[in-house]
């Protein structure tokens, strides 16, 4: 079994800044890719951002120049800083951890995610 758990969410005020963590544990061999995804009410969930276990990165268009991923492999965890955060971030945000877990298996794992509000 892998588990994924979020922290780091909150109230923040536009222009605040936040990070979020993602810790993934359980029989884990190789993780490849850990990402961010977010899902506000009567939308669909979107990518955020996500890092391979190389260290490459991806992001939303959205959020280039504004949120940094970060990981640390020994640990299975990554992070996101969200800095000049907008209303429009506004969402619950989910931590997505996948790869090969010991004795073969292939895993892919979400957390339960951890509510971001930006607001006045």
């Known amino acids: 079994q892998v588990h994924v758990v979020e922290s780091g969410g909150g109230l923040v005020q536009p222009g605040g800044s936040l990070r979020l963590s993602c810790a993934a544990s359980g029989s884990i061999f190789r993780f490849n890719t850990m990402g961010w995804y977010r899902q506000a009410p009567g939308k669909q969930r979107e990518l955020v951002a996500a890092?391979?276990?190389?260290?490459?990165?991806n992001y939303a268009d959205s959020v280039k120049g504004r949120f940094t991923i970060s990981r640390d492999n020994a640990k299975v965890t990554v992070y996101l800083q969200m800095n000049s955060l907008k209303p429009e971030d506004t969402a619950v945000y989910y931590c997505n951890a996948n790869g090969l877990a010991y004795g073969g298996s292939d895993f892919r794992s979400w957390g339960q995610g951890t509510q971001v509000t930006v607001s006045s």
């Open positions: 890092i391979t276990s190389g260290g490459s990165t």
